[in-house]
């Protein structure tokens, strides 16, 4: 069965701790994976698409890496206002989009 | 303006009102979805017009009745709702035929079903 499942479910961090989160899938055939932030009484926003393993994306303090079994968003030197949920997709062969339950992020001054 | 646009933002109704949620998107998508949200829960896929085609998850209800009207307006039509129905629901569009496209989201609707 495919499925994508996130940790942890919530992190605290001190401002400029940084941290990875984690998004681990079991699909059949891999077309793509999604990142997302989405704040309190906000739509998710797109951040990053990964296709293949060894693949890395960056955006300000955000990198995303992709392997074979899951992919983690790393957070560099964060600051309070990189706080929220950051949700994970994963995109299958049949073009279903598989989501997971995502990971709130705070970051404490 | 741009992106996509959801009404109202905030609803409340009780179990046995009609009512109806309001999308529209301005990016030249030709497919639209609605998800529904709920705490710590995955997004939920409640249906998809994709080059006016529609499909849809098979466990969601019948109050739940979906229209779309043309390629920048969509639809959610509610009745007889029950209190598990109170969730954030949120709108997306994409342009289709590329499989890889990320879906851009509207704010939500939080609706409460008293």
């Known amino acids: 069965e495919d499925q994508v499942t996130q940790s942890p479910e919530a992190l605290r961090l001190q401002e400029g701790e940084s941290s990875s989160l984690n998004c681990s899938y079991t699909v059949s055939g891999l077309r793509g994976l999604f990142w997302y932030r989405q704040d309190p009484g906000k739509g998710p926003e797109f951040l990053f698409t990964?296709?293949?393993?060894?693949e890395e994306k960056e955006k300000e303090r955000l990198k995303a890496t992709l392997t074979k079994k899951e992919s983690f968003l790393h957070i560099t030197a964060p600051k309070p206002e990189d706080s929220a949920t950051y949700l994970c997709a994963v995109r299958a062969s049949n073009y279903q989009l598989i989501w997971g339950a995502g990971t709130k992020l705070i970051i404490k001054p | 303006e741009t992106g996509v646009t959801q009404t109202p933002r905030h609803l409340v109704m009780g179990m046995t009102n009609k009512k109806s949620l309001k999308c529209e998107q301005h990016?030249?998508?030709?497919?639209m979805y609605w998800y529904k949200q709920s705490a710590k829960k995955p997004l939920e896929l409640m249906f998809v017009y994709s080059l006016e085609e529609r499909v849809e998850n098979n466990s969601v209800p019948s109050r739940f009745s979906p229209e779309c009207p043309n390629s920048s307006h969509l639809f959610l039509h509610l009745h007889t709702l029950q209190p598990e129905d109170s969730a954030l629901y949120l709108c997306?569009?994409?342009?289709?035929?590329?499989?890889?496209?990320?879906?851009?989201f509207g704010n939500g609707t939080r609706l409460t079903v008293t």
């Open positions: 990016l030249g998508h030709n497919a």
């Open positions: 997306a569009s994409t342009k289709s035929g590329t499989g890889d496209s990320p879906l851009h």
């Open positions: 990964l296709y293949s393993a060894g």
